[in-house]
């Protein structure tokens, strides 16, 4: 709903009846919200929210299992749509919404001022910003009408904590149509680009194993010949580099805190990691574009072949470049995908989640929390 818009009214049995998967419907006291479009981004699952459909979670908001941060709250009011009317039957909902426009009507002023303004809120239903987000337009931070690239560097020490208040609505980093969609990737092309060369990299350095001729020598006499079943031991080895490497970017890099007065920092911040967590659920810009890819990709197997002997770091590279897909694809997964409750998935989705909303200096891992630990990084238990 636009800030500028008059609240609606509906009674309790309306607002009961939408709930389902294609209307869905929850109460937080007398505020009403259509939850519809955040059934299937839920961590705890759609099927939470369905059992609760029409009837007021201030409850389950506070928990147990689970007290809903600041951030979730304040990400819960993008869907709000008016208000409770306890007052009201359903027999006599029509007759008391009918005099509720009559009386706002009559004091706008003239029949030709209110179809003007009739017309205006119809575009505004329709426009993609307003759809998904009760952000001010003339209040907040930045002008989200605009190309936000070129403006989060001037909120200076105000970026931390506006970067880490997640909305559900559309960005736009720039405003030349080719840059923009340099910035979108659709996830199906990770496994076309990167599989191909995994399956390729794999085919290549076990044939090499398999004829006897890979040796490592350890003195000018004395040398071993590289089993070809070893190919699957180095092959996870690198999938195991690779999570330590997906660890330390995660934090070190996209989780870098740009200093305040570095217009370019920030700008450098935002654009590599600081847009998903303004707007986490961009399907659009949940996986690696695969030229930004190539150069850790590219890094990862230079730093290899020159440690290793050629087919040695060729087998690690694989596994690593096999780690860094599932990678993409769980990151995907996690905001997207439903898993089911109780799983493994499940609880990577329910800890990627809070780290998103309330824990952006914690919870680093996504395929894995194994690094969290070591690096004392592992979000900490709800107690209640």
Known sequence: MSPSTSPRFFTEG???????????????????????????MHPGGEALILSRSGRDISQAME????????????????????????????????????KRRKGSEEAQGDTAERAKETK?????????????????????????RKPLAWQVGYLGEKYDAWVHQPVDRPIRLFGNPFMEAST???????????????CYFSWYSYTTLAKGTTRIGFTSDFSITVHKYTFLLLFALGWFLWSFIEYCIHRFVFHMKPPAHNYYLITLHF????????????????????????????????????????????????????GY???????????????KRGSYMYSLKAYHVKHHFEHQRAGFGITTTFWDHPFQTVIPDEKF
């Not at 590599?272 to 590219?298: E, N, T």
């Not at 897909?325 to 898993?339: K, N, Q, T």
């Open 184 to 198: 979108k990737t659709s996830w199906y092309w990770v496994p076309v680009v990167w599989l191909p060369l995994v």
């Open 14 to 40: 309306e607002v009961s009846r939408h709930c389902t998967k294609d209307s869905c419907w929850v109460l937080l006291g007398t505020r009403v919200y259509d939850v519809t479009a955040f059934l299937r």
């Open 271 to 322: 654009l590599l990691h600081g847009q998903h967590h303004k707007s986490p659920f961009d399907g659009s810009r949940l996986v690696f574009p695969p030229g930004l890819a190539s150069i850790v990709v590219g890094s990862f197997y230079t730093i290899l072949h020159y440690v290793l002997p050629d087919i040695l770091g060729t087998s690690v590279f694989v596994g690593g470049l096999c």
């Open 63 to 98: 928990g147990p299992p689970h007290r809903h941060s600041e951030n979730a709250r304040r990400w819960m009011e993008q869907y709000y749509i008016g208000e409770l009317d306890r007052d009201s039957s359903s027999t006599e909902e029509t007759q008391t919404l009918r």
């Open 120 to 144: 205006l809120e119809e575009e505004e239903e329709y426009d993609p910003y307003n759809l998904c987000a009760s952000v001010d337009l003339d209040k907040d931070l930045v002008d989200w």
């Open 325 to 339: 897909v599932v990678y993409d694809m769980i990151h995907y997964y996690l905001h997207y995908g439903a898993p």
